[in-house]
């Protein structure tokens, strides 16, 4: 791996942005970012307008939930998970308990957000009801 991908790497995976060249990575401590983003397998072509108007809601400290509808194949998924990439270190500055992207495509019900949601972040969900 080159001292650029690296770089690249350490950078958005682990927000250590010293370059490589100037560290001993032999003592390096890394430590896994709190987020499920992963880097893009294929460029990222068009929809800046898309991309700026997201990023405009994911900023917005009014905005605590942003949501892209719209029909199946629009890129809505593809889009958000742009701008997460392209914004990751400064969307883990702001919010300090990580980023996570949270896929609801199969989820046709509340509990299926709920169950969806959970599934990413990790944790259990129990039903609050005691059988008879």
Known sequence: MSNVA??????????IEEPVS???????VLKPSKTNIKPALTSFVG??????????MVFDATCPLAVLIGP???????TALEVLRRDLPALERKH???VWFCDLTDATS????CLAVASVLG??????????
């Not at 509340?110 to 957000?113: A, H, N, S």
């Open 47 to 56: 929809r800046e307008a898309a991309v700026r108007a997201v990023a405009d």
């Open 6 to 15: 690296l770089n690249i790497l350490l950078d958005r995976d682990y927000g």
């Open 110 to 113: 509340i509990d299926g957000v």
């Open 123 to 132: 944790v259990s969900l129990s039903s609050g009801r005691t059988s008879d």
């Open 96 to 98: 300090k308990g990580g």
């Open 22 to 28: 100037s560290v001993d990575t032999s003592a390096a």
């Open 72 to 78: 199946a194949g629009a890129g809505k998924t593809r």
